[in-house]
């Protein structure tokens, strides 16, 4: 199928899948985005919104192992999040779907392997739809929060570098503040928490960096900056909302994005 | 496996389904509030809380038709709601899963066909469920406000009868505001209309019963009642958290529940 007959097809959506588990709360609220950028596209294309509108899809929590300390020790270890992946991507083309989000940034290492091994399937990249995003926004610099695993991966800085953005990122002692936001506060259902530590990490990069985009670069993330009083004002960017809009895209047949049509080609 | 062996197993959780689309920001909201009461009963257990703790558990959001209209037609119409559950189920059975619950209360018009064509699963009972718990809680009688298919099936004057709990209605032209507050409402993204519609049907009711339990026998009541001014103070029951409270001790195998027992035995 050519990237001119997806863009003119309207009826009917493709299934699409969602990988999530990472935490489940996060994956939780991917659905609730993806249905979101759901019925905005549907307005914005002039349809009606109504249960039957929606694209069928498919959300798997596997209780996976943790991404970030499977990045630092061994990648591919049998008992780690590879198999888990491999296997939730897999069912999910079992289903017939045509595209699978990963509802967590640190799994992105993962993607390349996850493509390679699923040529039938469009497995979207959370880092560059949200590199492409910026790009389109004009913006040159962008400072990133995210998990020790999602830093040693270097995925922010390959994808935001593939747009011309410069990836501001915090010190080492602000990085282990984030983990303890994610792991002590949101993973532990502390909000107030993972707020706290969140914000404290923020000032200083918007301090000497002024004002430039913020990517929430861990699913977890949005659940509580936006909380906090530094994050005020401050012009958060949602990786998970961008890539629930493209996987909105990619269901209906709207998605035009470069990211999306190479990976397609 | 004995009833006595669920109950005294603990590792590793069953798998479990979530079977949407009815509409779709209910079922997302379902998937939260799985989530969020899979981590409280890990909490009640002395559990630590980690994103392997969570037991597999899959949704799947079909393009249902309208459960109400096939209601009012023919329930057993090929291109009917009827033929889609069945899909849906049966593909949660192919995944694996152990049980499974409905994200809409009028789909359990279809509750007995569902179960009977699928011995393997235990297929929750959300009206079933609703009124266990009230009857645990000593209560005589029962506000109902659901959806035109809902009453007309008997849902929850069945289920709460059987729990020897009197079910209060609205009358006609109340019923066909909270169609209106659901279809014009909710289902369109306009939840002001929807707390309306709801709040104005509630008040009478309160006013004439006193003080009873209110049931919220549609899944997408409780996403915009409890914004109502008339509902404030009000005892709102909502059935979807007590479905998913079931379905979490489902798939940690802590289920006690005589209904649970008697749909697996």
């Not at 780690?80 to 699978?100: C, D, W």
């Not at 002692?173 to 994610?182: K, P, V």
Request: aromatic letters at 6%.
């Amino acid at each position: 199928m050519t990237e001119m007959e997806l863009s003119t097809q309207r009826q009917p959506p493709h299934a699409v899948g969602i990988l999530g588990g990472m935490g489940p709360a996060a994956g939780a609220d991917f659905v609730r985005l993806f249905v979101q950028a759901c019925t905005e596209q549907l307005r914005e294309q002039g349809q009606p919104v109504h249960d039957q509108a929606y694209p069928e899809h498919w959300l798997v929590q596997l209780p996976m192992p943790d991404r970030s300390l499977a990045l630092r020790r061994d990648p591919q270890s049998p008992t780690g999040p590879a198999q888990h992946l491999l296997q939730g991507v897999g069912r999910m083309a079992a289903l017939g779907v045509r595209s699978v989000a990963l509802a967590c940034n640190t799994a992105h290492a993962w993607h390349g392997q996850l493509q390679a091994f699923f040529p039938q399937l469009h497995v979207l990249h959370i880092a560059r739809q949200t590199a492409l995003h910026l790009q389109a926004g004009g913006a040159r610099q962008a400072i990133v929060l995210a998990t020790a695993g999602t830093y040693d991966s270097g995925l922010y800085d390959a994808a935001l570098a593939g747009c011309g953005i410069a990836a501001l990122l915090p010190e080492e002692g602000g990085r282990a503040r984030l983990m303890q936001g994610i792991y002590e506060g949101v993973k532990q259902g502390d909000t107030a928490l993972a707020a706290r530590c969140f914000g404290e990490v923020l000032e200083p990069l918007l301090q000497r960096h002024g004002r430039v985009p913020v990517i929430m670069g861990c699913t977890e993330i949005p659940l509580a900056l936006p909380l906090a009083p530094q994050a005020r004002g401050a012009e958060l960017v949602d990786p998970a909302w961008i890539l629930a809009q493209a996987l909105a895209r990619d269901a209906y047949g709207f998605n035009r994005s470069p990211d999306a049509g190479a990976l397609r080609a």
